[in-house]
Structure formats: C-alpha cells, structure tokens
C-alpha cells in the first residue's frame, strides 16, 4: 500500500486559474528528475540547485527527513532565485528521497563500500523509499506531498553486488541503488510509485502543478 500524505490546502477557485506565462524551476541538480519531468512533457526554464546540508537529525523518522530536505532545498532555491531576480512569474519545485530500512535512513552511497553495505542490508528484504514533493507558486502558495513506497529485493549473491558495484551506478544514489537502472533486475516487488523510487512521483508533482495553474498539458499536443 501507498500511503500519501500533504500539508496542501483545498485549492481555490483563483488557485486553479491558469498563471499567464507560467515557468517552472527546478531546484535539483538531478538528471532522473528532469528527465522524469520532461517524460510528462514539462520542460523547466531552469535548474537551480540547493546545496544543503542533508544528515539526518538526531531520532528524525526517514518519513520527516525527507519532507524536511524538500522544503529545505525549496527555501535554498527560493533565496537564490530572489536574489537573481524579483522572484515573480515561477513555480519552484524541490524534491528529496530518503531510501530507509525501518528507522535506519541508508547513504547516499559515494564510495565502493558504502554501496555494498547498502546492497547488502536490503538483499532479500523490505525497505521503504519516501520521496516527498516541495512546491512554491507565484502567488506564494505552499504545498507538498509524500509518498511512501515499498520494495522489495531478491537474496542478492556476492558475483551480483561485485558486478552492480563495477557499473558505477550506485553512486550518489539513496541507499546505494538506482531502480531505473541494473537494479531493477533485484526488484521482487514494489507497492507504490516506480516514479516515486527514482526520484519524483509523477502523479502527485502533476496533480500539485495542476491544482495551481501550471499548464501541464500545454505541450502534450506537440508531442503526439
């Protein structure tokens, strides 16, 4: 089961009209999330990167940390943008996944080791991945969205985590995999959001920009 969770307030009916030249901002370096934003034909003005500073606090649930690291990287995002411009006109979105077994928060995994000992945890077990959704629209509004998905790996033997680990993607990914890539092949089961998994669930960021005024259609025509 999914679970979802929001901080979004029932959006008015000035909050769904259309926001005239609308643009998008990315605030993430990440190459999955704008190619996952541009597979539902939205193509972001910019990319403005947060750099924050992400270890977890002490007893903070993964569930927190990554709502937390969303708006953090959405205020970071927020104060660069302002400062290159007056801010008006954008849609700021920022995004955080958080790769956990129960309440143990995984790395995201930069070196050999670190990765191995993250494929090595999840091997044959369950673990649950929460990426949560951070937006800012040009009236000021607020809102995000959690999602919660489970996974579930196959018993991964010494040759496949020594062959994932010669690939190279694992690195700088949460909990030292990236289900898009090699790893799929690990996956028993998962219940939730694949888009989600990667890096931006697709639903939830659309239904968000949508139930703002983004024109999150405007290009579907063109690329029929």
């Given at each position: 089961?999914?679970a979802?969770t929001?901080t979004a307030?029932?959006?008015?009916?000035a909050?769904?009209?259309?926001?005239?030249?609308?643009?998008?901002?990315?605030?993430?370096?990440?190459?999955r999330?704008?190619?996952?934003?541009?597979?539902?034909?939205?193509?972001?003005?910019?990319?403005?990167?947060?750099?924050?500073?992400?270890t977890?606090?002490?007893?903070?649930?993964?569930?927190?940390?990554?709502?937390r690291?969303?708006?953090?990287?959405?205020?970071?995002?927020?104060?660069?943008?302002?400062?290159?411009?007056?801010?008006?006109g954008?849609?700021?979105?920022?995004?955080?996944?958080?790769?956990?077994?129960?309440?143990?928060?995984?790395?995201?995994?930069?070196?050999?080791?670190?990765?191995?000992?993250?494929?090595?945890?999840?091997?044959?077990?369950?673990?649950?991945?929460?990426?949560?959704?951070?937006l800012?629209?040009?009236?000021?509004?607020?809102?995000?969205?959690?999602v919660?998905?489970?996974?579930?790996?196959?018993?991964l033997?010494?040759?496949?985590?020594?062959?994932?680990?010669?690939?190279?993607?694992?690195?700088g990914?949460?909990?030292?995999?990236?289900?898009?890539?090699?790893?799929?092949?690990?996956?028993?089961?998962?219940v939730?959001?694949?888009?989600?998994v990667?890096?931006?669930?697709?639903?939830?960021?659309?239904?968000?920009?949508?139930?703002?005024?983004f024109?999150?259609?405007?290009?579907?025509?063109?690329?029929?």
């Amino acid at each position: 089961m999914t679970a979802q969770t929001s901080t979004a307030e029932p959006a008015t009916a000035a909050a769904t009209d259309p926001v005239p030249e609308a643009r998008l901002i990315l605030a993430s370096a990440s190459p999955r999330r704008l190619a996952l934003l541009q597979q539902i034909g939205i193509e972001p003005a910019a990319l403005l990167p947060a750099d924050i500073d992400e270890t977890p606090r002490k007893s903070e649930a993964p569930r927190e940390l990554a709502r937390r690291l969303a708006r953090e990287k959405l205020a970071a995002a927020e104060a660069a943008h302002r400062r290159r411009t007056d801010g008006a006109g954008a849609f700021l979105l920022a995004a955080d996944t958080v790769v956990a077994v129960g309440r143990r928060v995984l790395p995201k995994a930069e070196i050999p080791d670190e990765a191995a000992d993250c494929l090595r945890l999840l091997s044959g077990r369950q673990h649950r991945v929460y990426t949560a959704v951070s937006l800012l629209t040009p009236r000021g509004a607020r809102r995000e969205r959690l999602v919660e998905s489970r996974v579930r790996f196959k018993r991964l033997s010494g040759r496949e985590i020594a062959g994932y680990l010669a690939s190279g993607e694992w690195r700088g990914k949460a909990g030292g995999y990236a289900i898009q890539g090699l790893a799929e092949a690990f996956v028993v089961k998962l219940v939730g959001s694949h888009s989600a998994v990667v890096g931006l669930p697709l639903y939830e960021t659309m239904s968000l920009l949508d139930g703002e005024g983004f024109p999150v259609r405007a290009r579907w025509g063109a690329a029929a």
